[in-house]
């Protein structure tokens, strides 16, 4: 459970920024947000040709024929190193469902992120995960791979009869969308491809330490269902960002910033961001609530930076306000309480962080109380004396400093 958990952390930070923290690894919700082209195929005959099966998304058809280049070596990669080939042995009994009534043995645990980005994780047997992820997909919430906890199912062996592609058009020819995920040490190939086996998808997922494996992403048909509903998020959002008029988009695009989808949101946000000074009071409703994940926080944030009018600084300096208010009467933790445990005191932090980075990129003379403010609230922390937590005293300086040098 607790890799799976720092595998959703990971899902969470993954919102197109520049992520130092692991090896790559698949990303569900990147790979079916971007591709034009999802699509059921059999490799057939080397050099990366493939015979589409099925089509999910994207002008292809059974039966096409196109070529992926790289497809093989990744095939190979997967095959010479083993991923997956061995599930762990089982290992005591696997616990009952935690549906109420429910005396299956839960062979999957769920793992979903709800708004303000908490994390959540159930046990279920296959019958109630299959409805649960269901809802979850209907809902919009993103949620992170499941696998049977215990009594581990054998994981897939990296067949290649049928396989799952995300792809993007390049020139007469496919590749493979999101950042690919081998390990430093081969060629840097970018396939973002899903294995099949009796019905159940798997993906390759950085372990940590350098180590991968092909873990279960989904069912076959509920990754089906999941594609499908971003197809229909993407249709609709590309129908408010051809509306004309500015003002005619700021609303639906808020809504859409909502999306627990965080490449949804980053996408609303963008477009958001060229609706210039009409956006300004949107963005200051994301960037007041809590419920907004951290990370789209931080897109927010950035997005007010860069519109850079007289009222988006102003936005940015009254939400820095709130957070010398929220530190300064934060008062002491529990004895086992650090800084940055809890979801609430992270998701400041985090606001805290992203709003000092935009002010010292956007000094506004109006922020320079408050940067004085947060800098000393934080000195005052009786955890602040850790690196991590004292960075914000430091990006206080900083953005001073650029008020400075104006
Ligand atoms: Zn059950």
């Known amino acids: 459970m607790r890799s799976a958990l720092i595998a959703l952390g990971v899902l969470a930070t993954s919102l197109r920024v520049a992520s130092a923290s692991c090896a790559p690894s698949f990303n569900l919700d990147e790979c079916a947000w971007t591709a034009s082209y999802v699509v059921v195929v059999a490799p057939e005959g080397g050099h990366g040709t493939v015979r589409v099966l099925e089509s999910w998304r994207g002008a292809l058809s059974p039966g096409d024929a196109i070529t992926v280049p790289g497809i093989d070596s990744v095939l190979d990669w997967a095959e010479s190193r083993q991923v997956g080939v061995q599930a762990r042995e089982p290992n005591g009994t696997a616990p009952l469902c935690s549906e109420s009534a429910c005396v299956r043995e839960a062979r999957r645990s769920v793992l979903f992120r ?128 051809s509306l004309p008029r500015a003002l005619d988009r700021v609303a639906p695009l808020e809504h859409f910033a909502r999306n627990g989808h965080l490449c949804v949101a980053d996408d609303a946000l963008q477009a958001l961001t060229e609706c210039g000074e009409l956006a300004v009071p949107s963005l200051g409703r994301l960037l007041a609530d809590r419920d907004v994940p951290w990370p789209v926080a931080h897109r927010v944030a950035e997005a007010l930076g860069a519109i850079a009018t007289g009222s988006a600084k102003s ?92």
Not at 157 to 179: A, I, N, Q, T
Not at 219 to 240: G, H, M, P, Q, W
Not at 351 to 380: F, Q, Y
Request: overall charge neutral; aromatic content about 8%; glycine content about 10%.
């Open 315 to 406: 936005e940015l300096v009254r939400r820095l306000e709130d957070e010398v208010v929220y530190w300064k009467t934060r008062g002491g933790f529990g004895p086992d309480e650090r800084i940055l445990d809890k979801g609430v005191n992270q998701w400041h932090f985090e606001r805290a962080r992203t709003l000092l980075l935009s002010l010292a990129t956007h000094p506004d003379e109006k922020g320079k109380t408050a940067l004085i403010e947060i800098g000393s609230a934080w000195r005052k922390l009786p955890e602040s004396s850790g690196a991590t937590t004292m960075c914000i005293p430091e990006l206080a300086e900083r953005a001073l400093a650029a008020l400075e040098k104006r």
């Open 114 to 241: 709800e708004g303000g980005g908490r994390c959540f994780g159930r046990l279920l047997c296959d019958e109630h995960a299959d409805t649960f992820v269901r809802d979850l997909i209907a809902r919009d919430i993103c949620f992170a791979v499941g696998a049977a906890p215990q009594n581990a199912d054998p994981v897939a062996s990296g067949r290649r009869d049928r396989l799952v592609l995300f792809l993007d058009r390049e020139g007469d020819g496919f590749r493979p969308v999101g950042k690919g995920w081998l390990p430093y040490s081969s060629p840097q190939l970018e396939v973002s491809m899903v294995w099949i086996e009796a019905g159940d998808a798997f993906a390759v997922f950085d372990q940590g330490f350098g180590s991968q494996r092909l873990s279960f992403v989904l069912s076959e048909r509920l990754l089906r269902v999941y594609v499908e509903r971003l197809t229909a998020l993407r249709r609709a959002l590309d129908e408010v960002r």
